[in-house]
């Protein structure tokens, strides 16, 4: 309300003093023609002013600006990956039961075009994103995301995020799992139905975190050919990947 009431009486303020300059200038020359004149000029300059500063000048600083946050906002989402994502990725990925289905596709190398990264795209959509649960050590994946909590929450606070729903989801999806995990005990007595409940917990943080992977991955490919590099070189998808350069 105060920014409100600022901006009408800097408004009111520069009309006032347009008045009293147009006036001044009248009581000394004592030509309204000229007042006439030029007033007119303005005025009929003022749409094409209002079309340069609103259409042009705004769309390129916009622009910009969408530009800068997009770099600021797949920095964060390299960090979470670098951070946990891609080891999360391993580790849900390797009790797929489905895996070797899809697997093959999603070994990236820097000669995948964006065609190529959008019919892995729409294979994925077909995948089941299935968990064997019971193959999954729970506890180790308490402890692993438990170590991690305060770095999920920093990431969960970064405005910036907020321009990318996707990412957004998945961060909300790891971190209800997490809270899952921490507020039990244990995992070796459970019933079937809160097994279950996990399970469902756990593949929808798997379809998410594999999307996102790909995103990312594309990312890299176009922007950072040697954060790229590394990347293909620690492939959660591929058996033989490794950070040394063979």
Same mark, same amino acid.
């Given at each position: 309300m105060n920014d409100r009431r600022w901006q009408i009486s800097f408004g009111v303020g520069l009309i006032i003093l347009s008045v009293v300059l147009y006036a001044l200038h009248f009581l000394i020359f004592h030509d309204l @023609?000229? *007042?006439? *004149? @030029? #007033? %007119? #000029?303005? $005025? #009929?300059f003022l749409p094409l002013e209002v079309l340069l500063v609103t259409l042009v000048f705004h769309q390129v600083l916009a622009s910009r600006d969408r530009r800068q946050r997009m770099e600021k906002l797949n920095m964060v989402i390299g960090t979470f990956f670098s951070s946990l994502g891609t080891e999360l990725l391993t580790y849900i990925s390797n009790n797929d039961p489905n895996l070797d289905? $899809?697997?093959?596709? %999603?070994i990236v190398t820097d000669a995948w075009t964006d065609e190529t990264f959008r019919e892995v795209e729409m294979r994925l959509k077909q995948h089941p994103c299935r968990v064997r649960i019971e193959r999954v050590d729970l506890e180790a994946v308490k402890q692993f995301l438990g170590s991690r909590e305060e770095f999920l929450l920093r990431l969960l606070e970064n405005p910036v995020l907020l321009e990318h729903e996707a990412f957004t989801e998945l961060l909300r999806a790891v971190f209800h799992f997490n809270e899952e995990l921490q507020r039990r005990p244990g995992f070796s007595d459970l019933p079937g139905t809160d097994t279950a409940h996990l399970a469902g917990d756990l593949e929808r943080v798997y379809g998410l975190l594999i999307r996102e992977w790909l995103d990312y991955m594309r990312y890299l490919q176009k922007n950072y050919p040697y954060l790229f590099s590394l990347a293909m070189r620690t492939n959660p998808f591929d058996e033989t990947a490794s #950070? *040394? $350069?063979g």
């Open positions: @023609y000229h *007042i006439g *004149i @030029y #007033a %007119l #000029a303005d $005025v #009929a289905e $899809v697997r093959p596709h %999603l #950070a *040394i $350069v």
